[in-house]
């Protein structure tokens, strides 16, 4: 035991120099990534405070909300505030302004969830701008299981544009099989309008199918 020690304090002895500047570089990259994460920290918090009085106001509009992305560029408070701007351009009819919005909050985002919601989006918003192909796109590029009834549904609206039919109404169908399923296991309103909504699509298109 005696000799580890020795060996041991021997070997810190040699090495001295070289254990300092490590020390000295692990407490400099500590004091650095607390720094950071305070300075992150702060600007959350003064985000969140800054996007409550943007939505507490009375006359919100494009250029407050564009304001608020250029003086807070990077929190999720400026990922809502981009897909606010996103649905005002949308309300307008300026798709590729709508478009543009969604693609600048996808790029702050990293949970799967909420990217797959802005993708969503932006496949609605290719569909009004009469570009259903890229609508199809934008569903395909969506990874997992998120979002997979709104997802076939606008496919299907897409797949209409494109005069397939047929496949739109195959959508549809295993759709109808899949909300059925969650009626039988958990009913709801909101699944049982969406149910509605299958039906009345169905409708529109069986008259473009005679074979149904």
């Keep these: 035991m005696q000799l580890f020690f020795l060996h041991t304090v021997n070997l810190i002895n040699t090495h001295r120099k070289s254990l300092t500047y490590a020390l000295g570089g692990i407490v400099l990259v500590l004091i650095a990534w607390y720094s950071y994460r305070e300075y992150r920290m702060s600007q959350i918090q003064q985000a969140s405070i800054a996007y ?22 990077n929190t999720i408070f400026t990922v809502f505030s981009w897909m606010k701007m996103a649905q005002i351009y949308h309300e307008k009819h300026d798709f590729d302004k709508a478009d543009e919005s969604l693609q600048h909050a996808t790029k702050l985002v990293s949970d799967p969830g909420l990217k797959s919601l802005l993708q969503l989006r932006m496949a609605k918003v290719a569909l009004s701008a009469g570009k259903p192909q890229r609508a199809i796109d934008l569903l395909h590029s969506i990874h997992g299981s998120y ?30 099989k899949n909300i059925r399923a969650e009626l039988s296991d958990k009913p709801s309103q909101e699944i049982f309008t969406f149910s509605q909504i299958i039906a009345a699509k169905k409708n529109q298109l069986q008259s473009f199918l005679p074979s149904y």
């Design 52 to 73: 409550y009085h943007l939505t507490h106001a009375s006359n919100t509009d494009l250029y407050a909300h564009q304001k608020f992305v250029d003086h807070h560029p």
């Design 147 to 176: 979002l997979q009834n709104s997802r076939a549904m606008t496919e299907s609206d897409a797949l209409s544009k494109l005069h397939q039919y047929d496949q739109a109404y195959s959508l549809l169908l295993d759709l109808e």
